[in-house]
T-cell receptor, first 115, second 115 residues
Framework: NAGVTQTPKFRVLKTGQSMTLLCAQD?????MYWYRQDPGMGLRLIHY???????AKGEVPDGYNVSRLKKQNFLLGLESAAPSQTSVYFC??????????????FGDGTRLSIL | GQQLNQSPQSMFIQEGEDVSMNCTSS?????WLWYKQDPGEGPVLLIA?????ELTSNGRLTAQFGTTRKDSFLNISASIPSDVGIYFC???????????????FGQGTILTVHP
């Protein structure tokens, strides 16, 4: 079972470049999330989506944009990459109801370095 | 943004020892979750707690939802080398509407087990 798949797994960018991180889930989950993980800070929510065509800001949304054109995909975009965006990015998804055995499934992450 | 205070930040123990870690918050959560992250992978759910006072086990792992709903505890008994990793607590609120399902993470506890 694929679960949550993130691409690419690694990427190095120069300051000012743009790129899109892809997240796909095959569990028919309604909710999808993008987090960033930095040393000593746990995971912080960037943006999230409660359904196809809807997105909302999380805790640290500045410098990022997202789109949820299809239920199974959630895209995270960096329009003009900055060194402060060097991080590990995780995508997650969860079913409509929180009361399930596994409320959020995570991908394996995308390691992004901005030079 | 809101944060959970997770302690200790790191632990170095001998194989066979028991481990305890906890998470506290200044506000109430409806759900407490404990995740484990292995190097190069995304967090994997260990235990989910849905009711104040709830005590739940998963093999050698036991977690409790604090009665004040502002804290949670995770215990690992008879540790083994494969317990090595980063353990995260996460709190979830049912705010309704588009806030439904969002997680707030602790900073993580890095566990090292010496054989």
């Amino acid at each position: 079972n694929a679960g949550v798949t993130q691409t690419p797994k690694f990427r190095v960018l120069k300051t000012g470049q743009s790129m899109t991180l892809l997240c796909a889930q095959d569990m028919n989950h309604e909710y999808m999330y993008w987090y960033r993980q930095d040393p000593g800070m746990g995971l912080r929510l960037i943006h999230y989506s409660v359904g196809e065509g809807t997105t909302a800001k999380g805790e640290v949304p500045d410098g990022y944009n997202v789109s949820r054109l299809k239920k199974q995909n959630f895209l995270l975009g960096l329009e003009s990459a900055a060194p402060s965006q060097t991080s590990v990015y995780f995508c997650a998804s969860s079913p409509l109801r929180a009361h399930s055995n596994q409320p959020q499934h995570f991908g394996d992450g995308t390691r992004l370095s901005i030079l | 943004g809101q944060q959970l205070n997770q302690s200790p930040q790191s632990m170095f123990i001998q194989e066979g020892e028991d481990v305890s870690m906890n998470c506290t918050s200044s506000s109430i959560f409806n759900t407490w979750l404990w995740y484990k992250q292995d190097p190069g992978e995304g967090p994997v759910l260990l235990i989910a707690l849905y009711k104040a006072g709830e005590l739940t086990s998963n093999g050698r792992l036991t977690a409790q939802f604090g009665t004040t709903r502002k804290d949670s505890f995770l215990n690992i008994s008879a540790s083994i080398p494969s317990d090595v990793g980063i353990y995260f607590c996460a709190g979830q609120k049912y705010a309704g509407g588009t806030s439904y399902g969002k997680l707030t993470f602790g900073q993580g506890t890095i566990l090292t087990v010496h054989p």
